[in-house]
T-cell receptor, first 113, second 114 residues
Framework: SQTIHQWPATLVQPVGSPLSLECTVEGTSNPNLYWYRQAAGRGLQLLFYSVGIGQISSEVPQNLSASRPQDRQFILSSKKLLLSDSGFYLC????????????FGEGSRLTVL | GENVEQHPSTLSVQEGDSAVIKCTYSDSASNYFPWYKQELGKRPQLIIDIRSNVGEKKDQRIAVTLNKTAKHFSLHITETQPEDSAVYFCAASGYGGSQGNLIFGKGTKLSVKP
C-alpha cells in the first residue's frame, strides 16, 4: 500500500532563516506531487506541483521554492522566511494521468517569529 | 484557471439535524468533485467524491449532488453526530496538466452540538 510522510511536524523559525520541509511517498511510482499551504486553519492553497523529477510548476508567486530530486521525494524550501510564511504545509500525491483522490501527508506546522 | 467558492464558512447544527454545504466552480471543463474532511490538527481525508457523469452519489449518511449546468455541487450530511464536527472542503479538477490539479474551496467549519 502507498504511504506518504512529511517532516518535520512542527517548526519554529526566526524571520530571515532558511526552511526545508521534506516529503516522501512509498509504494507507488511517478506520482504527481503537491505542496499546499493552509493559513489560519482554513483554505488549502496550492503552492507547487510536480509531474516528474526536476519538473516543478508554481501556482503562486512567493518566497518559497520546491524541488523534486528523486521520483518520490518533494522538498519545499525558502532562503529567508517571512512572517507571512507561517502556516500549515501539506504535501500530497495522486496517481499521474488520472483525476482522482489526493492523499495528504500529516502536515508541517511552521511558525515564523 | 479554476475557482471554487464554498459557503457557508461556518455552520452550527443540533445533533440529529441535517447539514448542507454548497460549492460553485468556474471552469466548465472540471469533471471531478471531491469532498474532504479535516479534523483539528490533522490531514484532510476524502469522504466522498462525484464525477461529472453522475448527478448524485450517496454513502450512508453522506450524499453529494452535482448540477453541471449551474456549476454547483453540494454535500449533505443527515442525522449529524458530534464526530461530524470538522472543517469540510470541496474541490474541483479537470483533465491533465494544471487542469488536473485539485482547487479547493475555503472550507466550512461544521459544529454539531449534542
Amino acid at each position: 500500500s502507498q504511504t506518504i510522510h512529511q517532516w518535520p511536524a512542527t517548526l519554529v523559525q526566526p524571520v530571515g532563516s532558511p526552511l526545508s520541509l521534506e516529503c516522501t511517498v512509498e509504494g507507488t511510482s511517478n506520482p504527481n506531487l503537491y505542496w499546499y499551504r493552509q493559513a489560519a486553519g482554513r483554505g488549502l492553497q496550492l503552492l507547487f506541483y510536480s509531474v516528474g523529477i526536476g519538473q516543478i510548476s508554481s501556482e503562486v508567486p512567493q518566497n518559497l521554492s520546491a524541488s523534486r530530486p528523486q521520483d518520490r521525494q518533494f522538498i519545499l524550501s525558502s532562503k529567508k522566511l517571512l512572517l507571512s510564511d507561517s502556516g500549515f504545509y501539506l504535501c500530497a500525491w495522486k496517481l499521474a494521468g488520472v483525476t482522482g483522490e489526493l492523499f495528504f501527508g500529516e502536515g508541517s506546522r511552521l511558525t515564523v517569529l | 484557471g479554476e475557482n471554487v467558492e464554498q459557503h457557508p464558512s461556518t455552520l452550527s447544527v443540533q445533533e440529529g439535524d441535517s447539514a448542507v454545504i454548497k460549492c460553485t466552480y468556474s471552469d466548465s471543463a472540471s469533471n471531478y468533485f471531491p469532498w474532504y474532511k479535516q479534523e483539528l490538527g490533522k490531514r484532510p481525508q476524502l469522504i466522498i467524491d462525484i464525477r461529472s457523469n453522475v448527478g448524485e452519489k450517496k454513502d450512508q449518511r453522506i450524499a453529494v449532488t452535482l448540477n453541471k449546468t449551474a456549476k454547483h455541487f453540494s454535500l449533505h450530511i443527515t442525522e449529524t453526530q458530534p464526530e461530524d464536527s470538522a472543517v469540510y472542503f470541496c474541490a474541483a479538477s479537470g483533465y491533465g496538466g494544471s487542469q488536473g490539479n485539485l482547487i479547493f474551496g475555503k472550507g466550512t467549519k461544521l459544529s454539531v452540538k449534542p
